[in-house]
């Protein structure tokens, strides 16, 4: 192996920038019936064999007038062109894109380039989104444009000729990447990139993979399968950033209640509060458990050590761990209020119970001593 080719901080590598959106725009969409009317440009496209066939999404292809780029985007990279890599649907209300925009430059070039080209691309993922949304509106259930969005982006570089050692191309441009994928224009710490530059992995030897919180980088030509890793951490990331929200909104209502008011309803035996509240409970942790259950296991890697690493450092760096134990906790929470309430709400109705049973006897007592 060549290991001294010259490289310097101002070489400038071949390779793509993946850019990952995913947009929530409703609670359940119907795919069959998309489908079945040709509402849009389904597309057939081959299941990853990593992902088991329940989680299976809707593919389609971008209309001639979504792709029309906008000659700034095609102007910021030199020598690149953006295309939309990957458009799908997904049945729990969920479109995900994945723009790949090609590039031939330094890192810290490339850098400056990504701040500009990620928002130009989020502007048109949402306008992407909202032709499809405005398509498929009859097939989505409780549809709203658009209720959570989330981003994430790998940069994928061409393995250098002359073969240099991925360890020693990694040392010489360890910044440069720590500070690419955190876009960040300040230097960072010694903290931070050891802290960055850890998650590391790689599948043969010649290649690896840095991934971080929000970007991902790949010293790989073959990163096609991965690709689908990267979209499908953004979705379960969103998902749980939604669920998260719901939660919290529960919890502000009775937060904002300094006296809780019970309606006259809810003293009616078989109709009150209690069965309103216990089927609010149980539709969220239906909702919740249905959705993060299915992601969580959609991905099947038996025996697939690498990819096994791959999205073990994805979850652990988007904290999806951590998003499903505060959405626990806070469920308890809920809980344990809704359980208070309705502690409440027996001890009114035992009460009441109590005095309608004293007013028969006095009544009745009332009419003996009568007759």
């Known amino acids: 192996m060549n290991k001294d080719v010259p490289i310097s901080n101002s070489s400038k590598f071949k390779g793509n920038a993946l850019l990952f959106y995913v947009l929530d725009i409703g609670d359940e969409i119907d795919l069959e019936k998309i489908h079945k009317k040709g ?3 389904v597309k057939t496209t081959p299941l990853s064999p990593y992902f088991k066939n329940y989680h299976r999404p809707l593919s389609f292809s971008l209309s001639a007038n979504q792709k ?18 990957m458009s799908k649907i997904h049945n729990f209300g969920v479109i995900s894109f994945c723009y790949k925009v090609s590039f031939y430059d330094s890192l810290e070039g490339l850098k400056l380039k990504l701040i500009e080209i990620s928002n130009l691309l989020s502007q048109k993922s949402k306008k992407d989104a909202k032709l499809v949304y405005e398509k ?3 097939t989505i259930k409780k549809p709203r444009f658009y209720n959570l969005d989330n981003f994430y982006f790998a ?4 393995p250098l000729s002359g073969e240099v050692d ?5 040392e010489s441009f360890g910044r440069e990447i720590a500070s690419l994928l955190r876009l960040e224009t300040e230097s960072l710490s010694s903290y931070q990139l050891k802290e960055i530059l850890s998650a590391t992995t790689g599948y043969s030897g010649e290649d690896f993979m840095i991934i971080d919180t929000e970007a991902s980088f790949i010293y790989d030509d073959e990163y096609y399968e991965v690709l689908e890793f990267f979209e499908f951490a953004n979705i379960q990331l969103l998902e749980l950033r939604y669920f998260d929200r719901i939660l919290d909104e529960k919890l502000n209502y009775f937060y904002m209640q300094k006296h809780y008011k019970i309606p006259l309803s809810a003293y009616i035996p078989f109709l009150g509060e209690k069965f309103l509240h216990v089927f609010i409970l149980s539709q969220i942790k239906v909702d919740i458990s249905v959705i993060t259950e299915r992601l969580e296991y959609s991905i099947k890697m038996a025996g697939d050590t690498y990819f096994t690493e791959v999205y073990s450092i994805l979850s652990d760096q988007l904290s999806l761990k951590d998003w499903r134990d505060s959405i626990n906790k806070k469920l308890e929470i ?3 209020i809704y359980t208070v309430y309705q502690d409440r709400l027996d001890i009114i109705r035992d009460e009441i119970l109590t005095t309608v049973i004293i007013i028969l006897i006095i009544i009745e007592a ?6």
């Open 366 to 371: 009332a009419i003996a001593f009568w007759k």
């Open 334 to 336: 809920i809980n344990d």
């Open 39 to 41: 509402l849009i440009n």
């Open 136 to 138: 498929i509106l009859p």
């Open 68 to 85: 029309n780029y906008d000659q700034e985007l095609q102007e910021n990279v030199e020598g690149g062109q953006a295309t939309c890599l």
């Open 155 to 158: 940069v994928q570089v061409d």
């Open 166 to 170: 991925p360890h020693k191309f990694k």
